[in-house]
């Protein structure tokens, strides 16, 4: 007998609301603050920065937003994306636990990122914003807002992490396709950019740096606004639809997760995929666990500490409360390009120290190890990201299997690695290691921070 694999919704039953977690948290998370006055930040502090549309969103404490119609119709390109059972996954490890992923690298992005970029071009659009500026790492937000500003007709400007720009000349060119100026960062065209380099000529660049030129840009040219594809209420609110139709499809599965799995760079698709499910949790009893899967040589999560930080590393964004390791932490170059970021987004964040949710770290071999297993046996290479959602599930699947027991474990496929095989190449050429990150090097960081949580 053959088993269903493969799970999906039709247009009739999509979602036409995004669930805003902040309406249903115990403990609301504190506000983020002006970086000059460090008093809560106000509507008109964002405005240089975001439209109003945007802000409004930010600020929500409404549980369900409902999906604008055009958003809902650029939405129904590629979603509803499948939940797929994972069965020669489970053969392959001999596990009595039954494994699900979503696989959102089936947008034309690639990856979830359009699940936000769409908003975002959409509500700047409405605002009358006629150019975004944003940064990119391994390039994926890029060419998903890159898409959705060409679908929306708004003009694009990318800085993207230099590191990346030269490991992944695909991705540059995608958003040039769809339209896109895309600089290397750090670039001479802002004053953060020229700061870092003339410091080191050769910096390779992080996301902190990227975002302090796309921002730093958008406040000083007119009818430009920035946009950011990840730690933001708003962007992890957009990203609710991926839990919301996977709770239709486990429905459709007669099954429901035990545990949920994202990986977690700043927390949009972790968030997206089992935020739905901690309000089940939170509102109807169910004991979904949510797990966060970082790399070891970025872990904020595990190893951060909480406290007020910048979003960027130059300290030009509101503080936010966050788990971070401080915000000029220079993250090892990993291939996992976008999961290297410092810190999280206010929300995760304090549903990690309440403890609704958990977190995990693995080293970057193990991560490449399960990748390799996945596309052995589900036949899907996966971006580098997402496989330490993989690692995550796979570690669980192979306790399960040590206790013999039944547990139904569901993770998110962020993206496909296809752009990404050099990565798998020095993977199989054995050119990849694991990086030690000494406490030392992150108290060093930590300690540069002005502790406004005391
Ligand atoms: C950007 C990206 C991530 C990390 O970002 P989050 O906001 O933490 O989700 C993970 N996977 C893929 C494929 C990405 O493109």
């Known amino acids: 007998m053959s088993h269903t694999k493969k799970f999906m919704l039709p247009d009739s039953q999509m979602p036409t609301h995004w669930y805003n977690i ?8 504190l506000p983020p603050l002006h970086p000059g006055t460090k008093q809560p930040a106000r509507k008109e502090d964002f405005l240089p920065i975001f439209c ?6 930010e600020m929500s404490t409404e549980r369900w937003i409902e999906i604008p119609g055009e958003v809902q ?3 129904k390109i590629w979603r509803c994306t499948p939940l797929v059972r994972a069965f020669e996954l489970e053969k392959a490890l001999g596990t009595p636990a039954k494994i699900y992923y979503k696989n959102e690298g089936v947008s034309p992005a690639g990856s979830h ?10 509500y700047n659009k409405k605002d009358g914003v006629q150019r975004l500026t944003t940064e990119t790492g391994a390039g994926q937000w890029g060419s998903a807002l890159a898409m959705a500003c060409k679908l929306f007709n708004i003009d694009l400007k990318v800085f993207m992490v230099k590191v990346s720009y030269h490991q992944k000349p695909y991705r540059k060119l995608m958003m040039n396709t769809w339209g896109a100026e895309v600089n290397a960062s750090p670039s001479l065209l802002t004053e953060s950019g020229r700061a870092i380099l003339a410091k080191d000529p050769d910096a390779p660049g992080n996301l902190g740096i990227a975002i302090s030129e796309a921002v730093e840009m958008a406040v000083k040219t007119p009818g430009t606004k920035y946009s950011l594809g990840s730690v ?9 639809i991926i839990g919301l139709e996977a709770i239709e499809q486990f ?27 901690v309000h089940l949790n939170l509102t109807e009893g169910k004991k979904v666990r949510a797990i966060a899967c ?20 130059q300290g030009l964004t509101p503080l936010l409360p966050m788990y971070t390791l401080g915000h000029d932490f220079q993250p090892a170059s990993i291939h996992a390009g976008g999961l290297r970021y410092h810190g999280a987004g206010s929300v995760v964040s304090q549903l990690l120290k309440d403890n609704l949710i958990e977190a995990m770290s693995i080293p970057q071999i193990e991560t490449f190890e399960a990748g390799m297993l996945f596309a052995a046996t589900e036949g899907i290479i996966p971006a580098p990201e997402s496989t330490h959602a993989i690692a995550g599930t796979i570690r669980e699947a192979m306790k399960c299997k040590e206790e013999g027991k039944e547990k139904t474990l569901f993770f998110n496929l962020s993206g496909q690695g296809m752009i990404d095989l050099y990565a ?31």
């Open 251 to 277: 429905k459709l599965a007669g099954d429901f997760p035990d545990m949920v799995f994202g990986c977690f760079g700043g927390g949009s698709n972790f968030s997206g995929s089992a935020f739905p499910f």
């Open 113 to 122: 990122k359009p699940n936000s970029a769409i908003p975002q071009a959409y």
């Open 424 to 454: 798998y190449e020095q993977y199989m050429e054995g050119n990849l290691v694991n990086y030690n990150l000494p406490d030392s090097v992150i108290r060093e960081s930590l300690d540069k921070l002005e502790k406004i949580i005391r």
């Open 22 to 29: 902040v309406a249903d948290m115990p403990n609301k998370p």
């Open 232 to 240: 933001l209420n708003h962007v992890l609110l957009h990203q609710t």
């Open 73 to 75: 119709d650029a939405y």
């Open 52 to 57: 109003p549309s945007i802000i409004d969103q």
């Open 294 to 313: 970082e790399p070891a040589s970025c872990p904020k999560l595990t190893r951060g500490e909480f406290q007020y930080d910048f979003g960027d590393s």
